[in-house]
């Protein structure tokens, strides 16, 4: 069985970080893309970054190119989103996604795929 469970959110002026974690258990987890994904209240969900399963390749929404930063760690089936200088927009539940139909890769599309595996989601709130 799957787990998927994200950790590392929170509350956080504006100009601030925070650093997401997620853990994929029950899965082969390097050889999968990973993506992390965020929903505010009243919004759609919007694909925020995705990485290829060696880390090599990586894509952002542009809402955060620069500012966040996704990376994984294989050997410890963990991955990461460095949040930089944070926005009261960036508020958000923000989730977890594993093993898109792409599988290794993320793909030019990768924020309209469908993930076989997410997590709960970790709340993050930007105070202005």
């Known amino acids: 069985q799957v787990q998927v469970v994200e950790s590392g959110g929170g509350l956080v002026q504006a100009g601030g970080s925070l650093r997401l974690s997620c853990t994929a258990s029950g899965l082969t987890f390097d050889v999968v893309a990973m993506a992390w994904f965020r929903q505010a209240p009243g919004k759609a969900r919007e694909g925020v970054s995705c990485?290829?399963?060696?880390?090599?390749?990586?894509y952002y929404a542009s809402s955060v190119k620069g500012r966040f930063t996704i990376s994984r760690d294989n050997a410890k089936k963990t991955l990461y989103l460095q949040m930089n200088s944070l926005k009261p927009e960036d508020t958000a539940m923000y989730y977890c996604?594993?093993?898109?139909?792409?599988?290794?890769?993320?793909?030019?599309?990768?924020?309209?795929?469908?993930?076989?595996?997410w997590g709960q989601g970790t709340q993050v709130t930007v105070s202005s």
């Open positions: 996604a594993a093993d898109p139909p792409s599988g290794s890769s993320c793909g030019g599309n990768w924020p309209a795929l469908a993930y076989n595996y």
């Open positions: 990485i290829h399963w060696r880390g090599g390749f990586t």
